[in-house]
C-alpha cells in the first residue's frame, strides 16, 4: 500500500506543478499579447485566483511616483 501512496503523492504534486506552469503561459500569453492594464490584471487575477483556489486576494502595484504599494484589484464574495 505504501507504494500506491507514494505514486499517488507523487501524481499530485506533478498534477499542481502542471497547473503552476499552465497559469504561468496563461499570463504570459497575456502579457505579451495586450498593452491594456486592466486586461492583464483581469487576467492575472483570474488565472492565479483559479491556482490557488481563494475566495479573498487583492492585487498590489508600485506607484511609481511614491515607490508605495497601493491596491490594483481585489476579489472578494461581497465584490
Excluded at 504561468?24 to 502579457?31: C, F, Q, R, T
Excluded at 483559479?50 to 508605495?68: H, P, T
Amino acid at each position: 500500500m505504501k507504494g500506491i501512496d507514494d505514486n499517488r503523492s507523487r501524481l499530485a504534486v506533478l498534477q499542481r506543478r502542471n497547473d503552476e506552469l499552465k497559469t504561468l503561459l496563461e499570463v504570459g500569453k497575456v502579457l505579451t499579447s495586450t498593452l491594456q492594464l486592466d486586461e492583464i490584471l483581469r487576467t492575472v487575477m483570474e488565472k492565479v485566483g483559479g491556482l490557488l483556489r481563494c475566495r479573498i486576494w487583492s492585487l498590489l502595484l508600485v506607484d511609481e511616483a511614491s515607490g508605495e504599494l497601493t491596491f490594483e484589484i481585489a476579489v472578494s464574495p461581497a465584490a
